[in-house]
């Protein structure tokens, strides 16, 4: 009898310590809360002297040709009518009394001049940051790339980067804005200027292509010029979206372009190690190569397993971010191929 009742004591007192510590959690009202959460954003940002290196993609679709299995005709060789839109690389530093100093990739002039601006840190129903005076993000909110300056927080990502959306989407990988703390001083104007180096490096390839592989097998071989007409460069680089051809039915009349293709096509931005495809090239679902490391004057990826403890999920990511992750052997390479041009 006494031993049940010892039994019972320790379970009543475990509730009743249980329902004081969540009485505790929940002392603030929500407003304390939401200004939790403004200043501790806010005091991050600010704190990271370093600045912020910034990729924002404003708009992108996970369906636009990502499936190698669907053929594409003739017609659309020559058609950029359905090309998706790439990303920005931004370096940010946030200041005290709502000032935020930024470069941006664009063109020359953005990569070597910043832009004092403003900026706060509101709450609704999530913890929002927003860019209150004309700046760099303001060149992509238009109706074509339908950028936003309103940001909303979402947390961490698997890498520890802060992870933001806007309001303009509901469903995921239609948009991307991640934020990752620069380490030194430098890197402020450093990181943008390779970044923006890096991508005129693949846009000024003749002829790139891809190859997927492991080993000797090939998943992916891109093998179709497309040329470099103005009409086609033009809008390659200002929309940033590239689309690699690999030909599948070959046209029997010498000379004439070939009656199918495979395809893959994704956004692009440049980064301070490469380029960064966004929503990706993919293979499928889970294989999907987004971030290329620059090596000379191509561009290499390969895929490696990372565990994730906290989220206890498995991911495949390129090795040059991860190199302790599990090897695959599953490579991509983007290289100028020579013509005959």
């Given at each position: 009898m006494k031993y049940?009742?010892?039994?019972l004591l320790t379970i009543l007192g475990c509730f009743f310590y249980s329902c004081h510590d969540e009485e505790r959690e929940f002392v603030n009202t929500p407003t304390q809360r939401k200004r939790q959460a403004i200043e501790a954003l806010n005091t991050e940002l600010v704190n990271n002297k370093a600045g912020w290196l910034v990729m924002y993609f404003p708009k992108t679709d996970s369906l636009l040709f990502s499936n190698i299995s669907d053929k594409i005709k003739a017609e659309y060789q020559y058609s950029t009518d359905r090309y998706g839109y790439g990303g920005v690389c931004f370096t940010m530093r946030f200041l005290q009394h709502g000032k935020v100093e930024m470069?941006?990739?664009f063109d020359p002039q953005s990569v070597t001049t910043s832009i004092m601006g403003e900026y706060k840190i509101g709450a609704n129903s999530c913890t929002q940051l927003t860019f209150l005076t004309t700046n760099y993000i303001h060149k992509l909110v238009n109706d074509s790339y339908g950028g936003a300056c309103d940001w909303l927080y979402?947390?961490?990502?698997?890498?520890?980067?802060?992870?933001?959306?806007?309001?303009s989407y509901l469903k995921p990988a239609c948009e991307y804005i991640l934020m990752k703390p620069l380490q030194d001083v430098h890197e402020f104007t450093d990181a943008v200027k390779q970044a923006y180096d890096n991508r005129r490096v693949f846009?000024?390839?003749k002829n790139p292509q891809l190859y997927i592989h492991r080993g000797g097998r090939v998943y992916f071989q891109s093998d179709y010029y497309l040329g470099?007409?103005?009409?086609?460069?033009?809008t390659t680089e200002k929309q940033r979206y590239y689309l690699f051809m690999e030909v599948t039915k070959p046209?029997?009349?010498?000379?004439?372009?070939p009656k199918e293709f495979s395809v893959l096509g994704s956004g692009y931005c440049g980064t301070p190690k490469g380029i960064t495809f966004r929503a990706g090239l993919r293979l499928n679902n889970k294989q999907v190569f987004a971030d290329f490391q620059r090596v000379d004057n191509h561009f290499e990826a390969e895929l490696v397993e990372v565990y994730h403890p906290e989220w206890r999920s498995i991911r495949l990511v390129s090795k040059h971010l991860h190199p302790e992750g599990k090897i695959t052997g599953l490579k991509a390479v983007i290289q100028d191929v020579p013509t005959n041009e």
């Open positions: 049940l009742s010892y039994i470069r941006a990739d979402q947390g961490r990502d698997e890498d520890g980067l802060l992870v933001f959306k806007t309001a846009e000024q390839m470099r007409n103005g009409g086609r460069v033009a046209n029997p009349i010498p000379d004439y372009p």
